[in-house]
Every structure is written in C-alpha cells, then in structure tokens.
C-alpha cells in the first residue's frame, strides 16, 4: 500500500466513511491525473502528492455524510473538488460540476473520461448564465465565494426546500449570515490542522 493510499483509507475511516476497493482505486486515479495535469494547468497551488491527499481529498470526503438523494450542482469546481469526489462515492447521485475557466472543464471531462463517471455532467459556464431543466435540490461549493454572493448568484438553480453545503476555513467568522436559516457543523478532517467548517443552509 502506498502512502498516499494508506493516509486516504486511514483518513476516510476516522471520519467514519466507508470506501470500497473500487473507490480507493478511482479517487487514487484521480488524485493522479491532477497531479499529471497540474504541471501544465495551474489546477492547484498544493505540489505535494501526500499534502493534496490530505487537504483536496480528505477535506472533500469530509462533508460526504451531509449528502442526500437528488440533483446536486458543484459550484466553481476547479480541479473538481469537492464534485468529483463525491460522484465517486455517490455513484446513484447526479452531480454537476460547473466552472467559468474552460482549462479546468477539459480536465474534469477528462477525468469523467478516465474514470467512466456516468454519472458526472460537466457545464463550462458561469454559474449566473447558466440555465437548468431541473432545479437543484442541494448545491455545494469550496473557496468559492462569500455567502450572500454565492445565494446570489444561484438561486435561480435552487429547488424549493434545497440546500446549501458551503465549505469554508478559517474565513466563516467573516461570513454575514445572521438572518439565513443556517447550521453551522465544524468539521475534524484528519491529518489537517487548519480549522474546516460547512455551512448547511435551508431555502
């Protein structure tokens, strides 16, 4: 077992996630596609194999139990994280990966590609111009915007009683979300010391 390996299956069990072979495999094959790719695309400013493990894949795995049946959209993906990750370990669930920047979209297909991800639609578009048959019953996204902005800019995506999973780091207390019906869960991602949070918010 490799180290990257080892510190996947490790992480995953701490945070009581249970991870098939087969998905050990896929998120490994991931993990080195973007390193493959990131040495030409600028997909992440993490190098380090054994560090991108940790705060892209642990840290994606982390909000997976927050995960419910139906349509989910992932907003500014980038290298696909937390997206990709989760239409891994959620093969029954269809997740949309949206990004503005058409390199990182052509990375994220490739992936779908390699991975034969069926149940993975990746949009090149802003996520303010983009229109959907069908409303979103839970949307997530990571490093992407402030709060306000982000229901902004997507609430005509939204379901009615869809859900916000929002990832955020040591930047949640200069969030505004005083009057949104909003849970706050602080999350333990092992192996990272920076502070992780998810807000869980209800329209």
């Known amino acids: 077992m490799s180290e990257a390996e080892r510190i996947l299956c490790e992480g995953a069990e701490l945070m009581g996630i249970s991870v098939s072979e087969s998905q050990v495999q896929q998120l490994l094959s991931y993990h080195s596609l973007i390193l493959k790719w990131n040495k030409v695309y600028n997909l992440s400013a993490i190098r380090d194999p054994l560090e991108s493990i940790k705060k892209h ?9 927050f995960i419910k049946p139906g349509l989910l959209l992932d907003v500014g993906s980038g290298a ?25 979209c052509r990375f994220m297909q490739n992936v779908k590609t390699e991975l ?34 982000t229901i902004e800019l997507t609430k005509h995506l939204i379901s009615n009683k869809g859900r916000y999973l929002l990832m955020k780091g040591d930047n949640i207390n200069e969030e505004n979300i005083e009057n949104i019906n909003t849970q706050l869960h602080l999350l333990k991602v092992p192996f ?8 869980e918010i209800h329209i």
């Open 57 to 65: 894949f642990l840290d994606s795995l982390s909000i997976l139990n």
């Open 80 to 104: 696909g994280l937390p997206g990709i990750v989760i239409a891994i370990m959620k093969p029954k669930t269809k997740v949309f990966v949206i990004d503005s920047i058409g390199k990182k």
């Open 116 to 149: 034969s991800l069926e149940n993975l639609i990746v949009i090149n578009s802003r996520v303010e111009s983009f229109e959907s048959e069908e409303c979103f019953s839970q949307i997530t996204t990571r490093a992407f915007a402030d709060v306000s902005k």
């Open 192 to 199: 990272v010391s920076e502070n992780r949070a998810l807000l």
